[in-house]
């Protein structure tokens, strides 16, 4: 949980699986604490927060790791790092979203490279109204969810080869998806369970509603 606007989280009780684990960057810690969820560890320079309110984070938390403000990585990032160190098989960031665009791109970026770095980690950004996942080569399954019908891949700073699409209303076959362009843009899956493949480079998938 980082410390994005409320408006870019989703219901917390939808992520409160009895394996969730829960870590909180900077504000975000603030948040879960205020909400009833005890974050494993806390984590940022805590800039955006008071003496009180980062005592109550203290004292909320499993651990708190205090940084710098001047430092390399985010603190999402630190907290991403945190998450990793622990070995799950899924991380869901949320609270990225819905305010600074630099803070958005960053966390993108950050779960971009981490996903790249540890495949047999699932990472996903999440809000309200988006889910957000870097596909790498090979062939994907995605399935079909009534809470986000619509879905749109883009390249990720890389050529994507390759790209072929089965299920989904719009298909492609050995299609090629270059950084810029708009084309695999708003199609929806038709099957359960839809299939994407490729052979080079990074896929973002965003998946979306309307509601």
Known sequence: MAGGPKSGIPPLEN??????????????ALRLVRSGIRPVVSVGDFDSVSELELE????????LLRMPAEKDETDTELALLEAVAAGPDRIT???????????????????????????EIRFRILDRFNELTFLLPGENRIRKRAEFPYVS?????????????????????????LPGTTLYTSNELLSEVCTISFQTGICLMIRSTDA
């Open 93 to 119: 960031l949320t609270g990225v979203t819905g305010g600074r665009l630099d803070h958005a791109q960053s966390a993108l970026h950050a779960v971009c490279r981490l996903q790249a770095a540890h495949p």
């Open 15 to 28: 992520l409160s699986r009895p394996d969730a684990v829960f870590y909180g960057a900077d504000r975000g």
């Open 153 to 177: 891949f883009f390249s990720f700073g890389e050529r994507v080869e390759g790209m072929t699409l089965r299920g989904f209303r719009y298909e492609a076959d050995g299609g090629l998806l």
């Open 56 to 63: 109550e984070i203290r004292s909320g938390s499993g651990r």
